[in-house]
């Protein structure tokens, strides 16, 4: 079966960095994207892997390794704001996506 | 660009009544929509896949006959719960795909959906 692991819930203090793990079995891989989800507010978009190595976008990273099924949020400078459910999603062969049960961030002063 | 627009934003109906819920493309061509439900402190689960001008492909689990998925345009498309019961409360999020661009799903806002 496909699967996509991350975990339920981190917190991290204003100010820090904080890094979002998320681990994937799915049959075949056509990239992976990171979403941000406030409460009773729909998914936007965060970042996009679909090789290998690092993507930084401002206060956001997203790093990808294909062969171990594995990548990594990171937001650094956190702010208040930052307090959100962080969802991890993997395209498969089908051009389907294949979704985390998502990574609640809280935020802490 | 690539913006999805779901209207209403948030509906309050009765028990049996059917909620009618729209998905479109404002400024693009989405060939394909897809239509989520999410409750509360869960994850999004996909309804369905939904392709313009064909049958919806509907997941495991989701009912066709209740959960009617009609692509007729390649900015629009509707999903109406019909016969709405309580534990059809839920947030529906539809979202697009447009062609040229085979990854990226664009989501709308969402729709709150509370059957009393």
């Known amino acids: 079966g496909q699967n996509i692991d991350q975990p339920t819930e981190m917190t991290a203090t204003e100010g820090a960095i904080v890094q979002i793990n998320c681990t994937y079995q799915?049959?075949?891989?056509?990239?992976l994207f990171w979403y941000q989800q406030h409460a009773g507010e729909a998914p936007t978009f965060l970042s996009y892997n679909v090789l290998d190595g690092l993507e930084e976008k401002g206060r956001f990273s997203s790093f990808l390794s294909r062969s171990k099924g594995y990548s990594y949020l990171l937001l650094k400078e956190l702010q208040m704001k930052d307090s959100a459910s962080y969802l991890c999603a993997v395209t498969d062969s089908n051009y389907q996506l294949i979704w985390g049960a998502g990574t609640k961030l809280i935020i802490k002063p | 660009g690539a913006v999805v627009s779901q209207h209403p934003s948030w509906v309050i109906c009765k028990s049996g009544t059917s909620v009618k819920i729209e998905c479109r493309s404002l400024d693009f061509q989405a060939t394909t929509m897809f239509w989520y439900r999410q409750f509360p402190k869960q994850s999004l689960m996909l309804m369905a896949t939904s392709n313009e001008g064909s049958k919806a492909t509907y997941e495991q689990g989701v009912e066709k006959d209740k959960f009617l998925i009609n692509h007729a345009s390649l900015t629009l498309s509707t999903l109406t719960v019909t016969s709405a019961h309580p534990e059809d409360s839920s947030f529906y999020i539809c979202?697009?795909?447009?062609?040229?661009?085979?990854?990226?799903?664009?989501f709308g806002p969402g729709t709150r959906l509370t059957v009393l």
């Open positions: 799915t049959s075949g891989f056509n990239g």
């Open positions: 979202s697009a795909r447009i062609e040229a661009d085979y990854n990226e799903q664009f």
